[in-house]
């Protein structure tokens, strides 16, 4: 269950909430926190507890640093993840389908048991990822970094490692995704 004061704080805006975590020492407990569609573009997210929260559809941006914060079964379908910052993190059995993960940092990110169905992960770095039982179906991994990552039973065979999709990807299916 997630603090509810530090959910207050997140809901007071990025640039307060940026400020407070400069200031104090904090590890955000935002676990099976309701943010579904929360613009949370440059929060400092680092080292968040974040498991089972619903940020289905949220915009996290670039600029979100959420290094080695606990994302384990979060519902991240659609979010905007474009460069973000998740290396270290665990993402195990997340959603993920349809999430646009494109140039992120996922450098020795947990995966295991996560649903990346047709998710955006083109450039991403995967370096040391435990992508095991991943289920990767039209997942588009054009230019990812997958060097050392455990694909064991994940199928990559069923993702999209060589064709990088029309430029109308993002635009056309974030709007009919589900």
Known sequence: MANEEHVK???????????????????????????????????????????GADLHGADL??????????????DLRRAKLIASKL????????KLGRADLHNADLVGANLAGANLVRANLIGADLEGADLSYTDLAEAHLVDANLTGAD????????????????????????????
Not at 61 to 74: H, I
């Open 87 to 94: 290396g270290g993190a665990r993402l195990n059995d997340a």
């Open 9 to 51: 704080w997140l809901k007071e805006g990025i640039e307060a909430w940026n400020e407070r975590r400069r200031i104090e020492d904090f590890i955000p407990d935002l676990g099976e926190a309701a943010l579904a569609g929360a613009n949370l573009i440059g929060a400092n997210l680092e080292r968040a507890d974040l498991e």
């Open 151 to 178: 694909l064991s039973h994940s199928k990559p065979w069923q993702a999209d490692l060589w064709q990088i999709p029309d430029s109308s990807f993002t635009a056309q299916e974030n709007e009919t995704w589900t």
């Open 61 to 74: 941006g670039g600029q979100t640093d959420l290094r080695e914060a606990d994302l384990s079964y979060a």
